[in-house]
C-alpha cells in the first residue's frame, strides 16, 4: 500500500498537517478543487508555515481531484458541509480498504462521508491544534494543542500512525472517539453561537455565564440520552476553563460570520438539537438558541443550514 498522504482541502489544519508530515520527509500531495487554485498554488511554489518568527517554505506536490492515481491514504481537511461532496468526486480514486482521516467539526459528517466510500476506512479526528491562514498558501501556526484519532468501528490503530508522532504532530490513538467529539459538539454548542450573538470574544460569554450554565444543563442531559454520559461529566466547569483559557480568542463559528462565510451550524448546534428531537428530549433553552442564531444569518444573507 502507498505510504503517500494525499491531503483535501488547504486550509488552516490542512496545510499545518502537510508541511508537518513533509518537513519529516513523508510523501505528501495536496488535492485542490480546480485548476485555477491548482494555478495559483503552483504560481505561490509551495506552502510557507509560520511558527513564532520562524517561516518555512515546502513545495508539496498538488493536483486536482479528477487527475492522478489511486489514493490509500486521505486526510480530509475541508469543511463538514464540503467533506461528503469531495469525498464522493474522489471516490473513484480511492483503493480497495483506503483509509480517509476525517478532520471535521461537530458530528454528521463522518456519517455523510462514510456513506460515499463504503470500502473504505474512516477515522475520525478531533483537534484541539489552532491554525489560521494569513493569505493564500501561508498558514500561521496558531497554538499548541492536540489530536485524537479513532475508530469507532475497529479499534486497531493504523499502521501508519506514527508518521504522525514523527512529524511533530501531538496525536493520541482513541478507543472512545465518539465520547471526544461529542464533548467537543457540546463545548462548541454552549460557546460558539452565543459569540456570534453577542458579537464578542470568547471571554465576553464571562458576561453571559447564566445563559451559559442553562445550556450547559441541557447539553449534558442530552449527551446522557445519547449514551454518553463520560462526555457529560463536569460539562459546565470545563466550559467555563475554556471561556477562561481562550478569552482572547474569537470562535470559529464568529470568524466564519465576520468573514461572511458559511458555518458549520448544522453539524454543530443543528446536529444537537435532531439528536434531542430523536430521542424526545424537549430542550428549550438549546432550540431557543438554534432559532436565534438561524435568523441573525438569515439577517445576515448566510446560509442557516
Not at 485555477?36 to 506552502?47: F, I, K, V, W
Not at 513564532?52 to 475541508?78: K, M, N, W, Y
Not at 469507532?152 to 490513538?173: K, S, T, V, Y
Amino acid at each position: 500500500m502507498s505510504s503517500t498522504w494525499h491531503i483535501l482541502g488547504a486550509g488552516s489544519l490542512g496545510s499545518l498537517w502537510a508541511c508537518r508530515l513533509a518537513r519529516a520527509g513523508k510523501a505528501v500531495r495536496l488535492i485542490l478543487r480546480d485548476q485555477r487554485r491548482l494555478a495559483s498554488y503552483q504560481a505561490a511554489g509551495g506552502l510557507t508555515l509560520v511558527e513564532q518568527d520562524h517561516s518555512a517554505h515546502f513545495a508539496i506536490p498538488a493536483e486536482t481531484d479528477d487527475f492522478g492515481g489511486p489514493i490509500h491514504r486521505l486526510l480530509v481537511a475541508c469543511k463538514a458541509y464540503d467533506a461528503a461532496p469531495a469525498v464522493a468526486r474522489l471516490a473513484p480514486r480511492l483503493a480497495e480498504g483506503a483509509e480517509l482521516i476525517l478532520l471535521q467539526n461537530g458530528l454528521g459528517s463522518q456519517d455523510e462521508v462514510a456513506e460515499q466510500v463504503p470500502h473504505a476506512r474512516c477515522i475520525f479526528a478531533s483537534s484541539t491544534e489552532g491554525a489560521f491562514r494569513e493569505e493564500d498558501w501561508r498558514v500561521r501556526f496558531a497554538g499548541h494543542g492536540f489530536n485524537w484519532l479513532g475508530d469507532p468501528l475497529n479499534p486497531a490503530a493504523p499502521e501508519w500512525f506514527d508518521d504522525l508522532h514523527q512529524a511533530g504532530i501531538p496525536a493520541e490513538w482513541s478507543v472512545d472517539i465518539l465520547t471526544r467529539l461529542w464533548r467537543k459538539l457540546a463545548l462548541n454548542c454552549a460557546i460558539n453561537p452565543l459569540t456570534v450573538l453577542h458579537d464578542c470574544q470568547n471571554g465576553g460569554l464571562l458576561g453571559h455565564l447564566g445563559e451559559v450554565s442553562a445550556l450547559c444543563e441541557e447539553l449534558a442531559e442530552l449527551l446522557r440520552r445519547c449514551g454518553q454520559p463520560k462526555a457529560a461529566e463536569e460539562l459546565g466547569e470545563e466550559v467555563e476553563r475554556v471561556i477562561l483559557a481562550t478569552a482572547a480568542n474569537y470562535s470559529s463559528m464568529y470568524q466564519d460570520v465576520r468573514n461572511a462565510r458559511r458555518t458549520e451550524v448544522h453539524y454543530l448546534l443543528g446536529h444537537a438539537c435532531r439528536s434531542a428531537a430523536r430521542h424526545g428530549l424537549h430542550l428549550a433553552q438549546l432550540e431557543h438558541l438554534r432559532q436565534r442564531l438561524v435568523e441573525n444569518l438569515q439577517a445576515r444573507g448566510l446560509p442557516s443550514d
